[in-house]
């Protein structure tokens, strides 16, 4: 009687009762009726519930909804659903299929389909322009302001060669027209900056080059214009700008292979030592501060802006020593650019005198009073001093180092001498470079002359001249002698 009343009534029979119903159905085949994929699971007291709203005032619930909710749990994951049905029957069929989701298709999806409301709305970024692309890059990128100035007016000359967008005052500065200018610019969507269309600018601005000197200026414009745009999408920076808008794919850059440029190896056409004697006699009472800036420029090596912002706290008289490291008006160009300089005991005589007169902490003067920025207000590359920059150029020019950056060529100037004498390592440590290779390719000149030395083995026996008389019969193109003959005769020189 046990063991039937078992069968008929007790749990076995239930089970079985209930598990033939439960496969039935496809979807709900492998949950048992005790699991919470099953409808029986959430028909058990407690596990359905009415939300009551309101205040309790002495016990009575103010306000209940008419319909059912559940909680669901699955992956340390716990949900609210509202099943807006009054019917318990029905609200446990739809907890459980609730669950069956989530089990079947993760939360994600689950949610979709059952708490729409819930998932949250995407928001669409709004498309990158070049003004919005600029501006982000600027606020978080961790580059010298003055190079994110660079990289910018290069991203704002592709616009304008792409786009063809013309008709501004852009050296308007005063009445707005630069402003406007700009703002014209800034608008356009990088999407309309596509590969294709910076490849068609690049060739058409090499094709209008026709010499080969105009090719290889142009070559060397069209990618640096390319790279500096690009840094502002840097590998630190990218992702973060992706959160704020949406970029175009592929990106303007992507594709657009370097344009081969010509041989950037420094040729030495001017004398060194002929120029300092030359400064020292003219520059050094006329115009004290373009001779420190020569002597800054030529002999210590020193970029434009490294001499300009340089202050006299950065000797070191006693050891003889010039340290070139970011203060509080300059931040290097990158951390290899820090480094000491040995400089001759004549260089540091002068610098003694010119600081026992100084008027400020910078070595150079300005030509009147100016509030100097420091390295974080900084924004272009602009010269505190620049009359002394204009007046040492214009002087440069006269002694015939001309070329588009003279001042430049003295630093390359002083690399090559260097080279020369002691050594193509010793350059690269003196002009403070991040690699040798980069010393190699660009500055170092030869400046003594390299031959194979084995001439001496290739002078010619005494009867084995040939002699030769150019006069002014010669001159006229009659009547010349070669090896004792007239020119034209059958009878051979020996040889």
């Known amino acids: 009687m046990k063991q039937g009343s078992t069968e008929q009534g007790g749990k076995s029979g239930y089970k079985l009762a209930t598990l033939s119903n439960v ?24 596990r359905l519930f009415k939300f009551t709203r309101g205040k309790r005032t002495n ?17 340390n994951r716990r949900e ?3 099943l807006h049905t009054a019917n318990k029957a029905e609200a446990a069929t739809k907890a459980a299929s609730i669950y069956r989701d989530v089990a079947g298709k993760g939360w994600e999806d689950a949610l979709r389909i059952h708490k729409p409301k819930a998932i949250p709305k995407v928001e669409m970024l709004s498309p990158a322009t070049v003004g919005s692309l600029i501006s982000a890059s600027m606020r978080l990128s961790s580059a010298r302001r003055e190079s994110l100035e660079t990289y910018a007016k290069a991203l704002r000359r592709i616009a304008v060669g792409v786009l063809g967008i013309s008709g501004g005052k852009k050296f308007d500065a005063f009445k707005g027209g630069r402003a406007a200018w700009l703002e014209k610019i800034d608008a356009k969507p990088i999407s309309e900056l596509t590969p294709a269309a910076v490849l068609a600018w690049r060739n058409k601005y090499m094709k209008a080059a026709r010499t080969p000197e105009e090719r290889g200026r142009a070559a060397v414009t069209v990618n640096s214009l390319v790279r500096n745009a690009k840094a502002l999408l840097s590998k630190k920076v990218r992702a973060f700008i992706e959160q704020e808008m ?9 594709g657009v292979s370097a344009e081969p440029e010509p041989s950037l190896r420094y040729r030495s056409k001017i004398d060194a030592g002929s120029i300092l004697q030359a400064a020292q006699s003219e520059l050094a009472a006329q115009d004290t501060e373009a001779f420190k800036l020569l002597l800054l420029t030529l002999v210590c090596g020193l970029r434009r802006s490294e001499a300009d912002t340089l202050m ?22 990158s951390k290899d650019s820090a480094g000491e300089i040995d400089l001759d005991p004549e260089l540091c005589a002068l610098f003694q005198g010119f600081m026992a007169k100084a008027k400020s902490q910078f070595v150079l003067e300005p030509s009147k009073r100016i509030r100097v920025a420091t390295m974080q207000e900084r924004e272009t590359r602009g010269y505190r001093c620049e009359p002394t920059h ?19 060529t003295l630093r390359k100037e002083i690399g090559a001498v260097i080279a020369s004498r002691d050594g193509i390592w ?32 290739l002078a010619p026996a005494v009867d084995n001249v040939v002699a030769a008389e150019f006069g002014a019969r010669s001159a006229a193109g009659a009547d010349t002698l ?14």
């Open 23 to 46: 496969a039935s159905s496809p979807e709900t085949v492998r949950f048992a009726p005790k699991s919470k994929g099953s409808a029986n699971y959430w028909q058990a007291e407690g």
């Open 59 to 75: 016990g009575a619930t103010v306000k209940e909804d008419a319909d059912y909710s559940c909680r669901i749990s699955f992956g």
């Open 80 to 82: 609210q659903f509202q």
């Open 246 to 254: 949406q970029l175009p794919s592929p990106l303007f850059f992507e």
């Open 312 to 333: 006299w706290n950065q000797f070191d008289f006693g050891k003889r020593l010039l340290v070139i490291e970011d203060t509080e008006h300059k931040r290097l160009k």
């Open 390 to 408: 204009r007046s040492l150029l214009a002087w440069l020019r006269q002694q015939g180092v001309n070329g588009i950056r003279p001042m430049h």
């Open 426 to 457: 010793k350059a690269s440590r003196y002009l403070r470079h991040s690699d040798i290779r980069i010393t190699s390719k660009l500055y170092a000149d030869k400046k003594i002359p390299v031959t194979a030395g084995l001439g001496g083995l």
């Open 482 to 495: 070669v090896g004792g003959k007239k020119k034209g005769s059958t009878q051979s020189a020996p040889i």
